[in-house]
């Protein structure tokens, strides 16, 4: 099992360009999230997703965009970069509501803005 | 408004030594409180979990102990080796607060010298 998985690594982007952030998990998880950490902040959630075909908002929606057309699948959207957006990105999934709140975490993507 | 306040920032111990990491919530409706650690370059991971029908779990050398009437809840880690530093975070959650969600506490940076 790979578990969580996310790509690209690392990115960086000009200001006002799009991109797109993958996650994938193996574990059949239902649920899935990302969140984004900057110093001093802990981390904080984006968007989230409870099911295949659903998404919702998190924390910090703004600037965002997510689609989970997959189970497996969780993409997180920028679609015009701005340096606020600086930060490293961490998807992560789990079960379901009713056997565990237990959130497995991908490696992180580390995204600059220019 | 942050629901969830971590201290200290950061933690300087030597080998033995019992760090403390404190959390406080405000919400009674949270019913979950894991705490993550998080090595450099990774995405965090589960250590350990409390339900709050319990005011004390252990699991190896890592302890939370709870106090609901409070609101409060630590991490003690017993005999604490290097290998322990990392950056440790506390979580709430709740099924009846809105949907599974975790808030995190904003992080604690834990060095443990030899």
């Known amino acids: 099992n790979a578990g969580v998985t996310q790509t690209p690594k690392f990115r960086v982007l000009k200001t006002g360009q799009s991109m797109t952030l993958l996650c994938a998990q193996d574990m059949n998880h239902e649920y899935m999230y990302w969140y984004r950490q900057d110093p001093g902040m802990g981390l904080r959630l984006i968007h989230y997703?409870?099911?295949?075909?659903?998404?919702a908002k998190g924390e910090v929606p703004d600037g965002y965009n997510v689609s989970r057309l997959k189970k497996q699948n969780f993409l997180l959207g920028l679609e015009s970069a701005a340096p606020s957006q600086t930060s490293v990105y961490f998807c992560?999934?789990?079960?379901?509501?009713?056997?565990?709140?237990?959130?497995?975490f991908g490696p992180g993507t580390r995204l600059t803005v220019t | 408004q942050q629901q969830v306040k971590q201290s200290p920032q950061s933690l300087i111990v030597q080998k033995g030594g019992i760090p403390i990491i404190n959390c406080a919530y405000e919400?009674?409706?949270?019913?979950?409180f894991p705490w993550y650690q998080q090595f450099p370059g990774k995405g965090p991971a589960l250590l350990i979990a409390?339900?709050?029908?319990?005011s004390e779990k252990k699991e190896g050398r890592f302890t939370i102990s709870f106090n609901k009437s409070a609101k409060q809840f630590s991490l003690h880690i017993m005999d604490s080796q290097p290998g322990d530093s990392a950056t440790y975070f506390c979580a709430v959650g709740g099924r009846s607060y809105n949907t599974d969600k975790l808030i995190f506490g904003t992080g604690t940076r834990l060095q443990v010298f030899p």
């Open positions: 409390i339900r709050p029908d319990v």
């Open positions: 992560a999934s789990s079960i379901n509501r009713g056997s565990s709140y237990e959130q497995y």
């Open positions: 919400n009674t409706a949270f019913d979950y």
């Open positions: 997703s409870v099911g295949e075909g659903t998404t």
